[in-house]
C-alpha cells in the first residue's frame, strides 16, 4: 500500500512472471571496441529516443596520429626543460605553431616510370600484348596491365597533363630538364626528350579502331562494356556517356579496341545482341573507317 | 602530411640543422634571435639572444650542449642550449658566414666573408670542454678562396676541410697545414655560385646546390663528380635523407622571371629527387617565398623547411613517403 503513489518504481517481487522482458527499461551497457590497427575505435550506446523506443548508436571514430615520437632519455629529459628567451612569455593560445589546415602531399610529377619498359617495346609497343591481355594504361600512375584510371589506387596523385593520354614510355627526365630559358612554364609535349610522333601515332591508330555502341541500358557503365568486349581482344579504352544531373547513361558509349580485326569481329557478333533488355547497336565510330 | 607551421621568426629564415638524437630543430634567420623548436609538434622551447646582425648558419654539439652560431655583426657565438646563456663571443673582422662543429665538437670550423678589403678566409677555433677555458684564438686560418665562401664543413675524421662559394669551386683543404688538396674541376662543376651544402649521413658523399639550377653530388675523398640534379629554380638549399636515396632541393626564382611568373601563394616547393636515378620524385609545395633553407631529421621520418616568408615548415612523412617507386 505504500507502493501505490510511485506507480513507476517496480518491484522486484513483479518481475516474476515475465522473463526478463520488462527489463526492457534497462539499456545494455555501453561498449567501447579500441582503436584496431587502421586507428577506428567504435562507441555503441544504447538511448532510449522520444517515443521511448530503444535506440542503439554506434559511434565510429578514426584517430589519426601526426607523427610518432620516440625519443631517447635525453630527449625525454630535454622535453621538461624550462622555456627561455622569447618563448618564456609564450602564453597557450600564442599561434606560433600550427598545424596546416591543408593537407599537402609529395606531388608527383608526370606518370611515373616506366623507363624501365621503354627499350623492351621499341618495336611494337604492342607486341606483348598479343596474348589478348587487356591493355590498360591507367592515366595518374602511369602502370600498364593493372587498373583503368578510375581504379587507380593512387587516385591522390595530381592528374598528368592532357598530353600524356596514351604515352606510358613518356621519359620521366623530360620532367627534370625544363630547359627554358627563362624559366618559365614548357609545356610536357615540348620538352626535351618528349615523344611526339610515336604518340600520336598510336593514339590515331586506336581511335580508328573505336567501336561506337548504343541503344545500352540506363545503368550500362565502363566496366559492363569492357566485359562485354574483352573476349574479341584488348581494349584499350572504354568510354559510356553520362549524363551529369541524372548520372545515367545516356544510351551510347565507345570502345577503342587495340587491333583492328578483334574490333571487327566485335561488331559482326555483338551487332543485335541482347544484353540487358534492349538490343544493343554496334558499329565502327567513323563511318566507313578506312 | 599536414606541416606543421611555426612562425616564429620575422624575417627570413637563413638556416636550419636538427641535433643529432633528433627531437630539437635550431633555426636561423635575418632577424637576430636564433629559435629552438621540439621537432616532434613544433613547439618553440626558447630564443637565444646576443647578436645585433642576421645569424647566417649554426651547429650543434652531439650531445646538444652547446650550440655555435655565426652572424652578420662580425661575430661566432657559443651559447648553452638548455638555458639560452651566451657562453663566449667569437670576435672577427668581418660577417661570420659558416660554422661547422668537428667530430668531438673539439674544434669549429667558421668562415668569414670578404669584407672592404679583407678577403674572405676560414678560421679553426678550439672549443673547450669548460666554456671559462675558452678562448678566441684560432688554430688555423686559411685565406685565399676568391669571393665569398657560403659552407665550409669537416670532412671525414676531420682531416679535411670543404669549402664551396660564390666562385663556384669546391676546394678541399687539409685541417692540420692548411694546404689545399683538391679543387673541383671548373667544367663539371657548377657554374654559379654555390649556395649549399650537405653531407650525407656516414660522410662518404655531399651535395651542393647552386644558382645554377642544379645541384651536384660529389664524393668526399676524391672530389669525383657523381651525379648531377637539375631544376627550373636557382637552389639555396639543399639536403639528404639518412633513410632513403633521396635528395631535397628548395631554391627560389629567378629576379628575371618575377614579374613574368603569377605569384600564387604557396607556390614553391621544396623538390624531391631520387638520388641515383637523378629523377624528379615529386614537389612539396607550400612556402610563400623562396626556400632558403632545408633539414632533414636524422630519423628520417620528418623533414623542415624554411622559406623567405620566415615560415618553418615541419613535414612528418605519411607511410606512403617509404613505398615510393620509380
Known sequence: ?290 | MRPILMKGHERPLTFLKYNRDGDLLFSCAKDHNPTVWFADNGERLGTYHGHNGAVWCCDVSRDSGRLITGSADQTAKLWNVQTGQQLFTFNFDSPARSVDFSVGDKLAVITTDPFMELPSAIHVKRIAKDPTEQTGESVLLIKGPQGRINRAIWGPLNRTIISAGEDAVIRIWDSETGKLLKESDKESGHKKTVTSLAKSSDGSHFLTGSLDKSARLWDTRTLTLIKTYVTERPVNAVAMSPLLDHVVLGGGQDASAVTTTDHRAGKFEAKFYDKILQEEIGGVKGHFGPINALAFNPDGKSFSSGGEDGYVRLHHFDPDYFNIKI
Open chain 1, 1 to 290: 500500500m505504500a507502493h501505490q503513489g510511485e506507480p513507476t518504481k517496480l518491484r522486484w517481487g513483479e518481475l516474476d512472471e515475465d522473463d526478463g522482458e520488462d527489463l526492457d527499461f534497462l539499456l545494455p551497457p555501453r561498449q567501447v571496441i579500441g582503436p584496431d590497427d587502421n586507428g577506428i575505435k567504435k562507441v555503441i550506446e544504447y538511448k532510449f529516443d522520444e517515443d521511448g523506443n530503444k535506440v542503439k548508436i554506434t559511434t565510429t571514430m578514426r584517430t589519426r596520429k601526426l607523427a610518432n615520437a620516440r625519443l631517447s632519455k635525453r630527449a625525454v629529459e630535454r622535453r621538461s626543460w624550462p622555456k627561455f628567451g622569447d618563448a618564456v612569455h609564450e602564453d597557450v593560445g600564442s599561434r606560433l605553431t600550427m598545424v596546416s589546415t591543408e593537407e599537402i602531399l609529395l606531388e608527383r610529377p608526370k606518370p611515373l616510370g616506366s623507363k624501365t619498359e621503354e627499350p623492351k617495346t621499341a618495336g611494337d609497343p604492342l607486341a606483348q600484348f598479343q596474348k589478348g591481355a587487356v591493355l590498360m594504361v591507367c592515366r595518374t600512375c602511369g602502370k600498364k596491365g593493372d587498373h583503368w584510371t578510375s581504379r587507380c589506387p593512387y587516385k591522390d596523385l595530381a592528374p598528368p597533363s592532357e598530353g600524356f593520354v596514351d604515352k606510358p614510355a613518356a621519359s620521366d627526365a623530360a620532367a627534370a630538364t625544363a630547359g627554358a630559358t627563362k624559366g618559365a612554364y614548357v609545356p610536357p609535349g615540348m620538352r626535351a626528350g618528349a615523344e611526339r610522333t610515336g604518340g600520336s601515332d598510336m593514339r590515331r591508330r586506336n581511335d580508328e579502331n573505336s567501336v561506337r555502341v548504343t541503344n545500352l541500358s540506363e545503368d550500362t557503365r565502363e566496366p559492363d562494356l569492357l566485359e562485354l568486349f574483352r573476349p574479341f581482344g584488348p581494349v584499350s579504352r572504354v568510354y559510356v556517356a553520362i549524363d551529369q544531373k541524372t548520372a545515367m547513361s545516356r544510351g551510347f558509349g565507345f570502345v577503342n579496341f587495340v587491333n583492328r580485326e578483334d574490333a571487327q569481329r566485335a561488331i559482326s557478333k555483338l551487332n543485335g545482341y541482347g544484353y540487358d533488355n534492349l538490343i544493343l547497336r554496334v558499329e565502327w565510330a567513323t563511318p566507313r573507317a578506312n
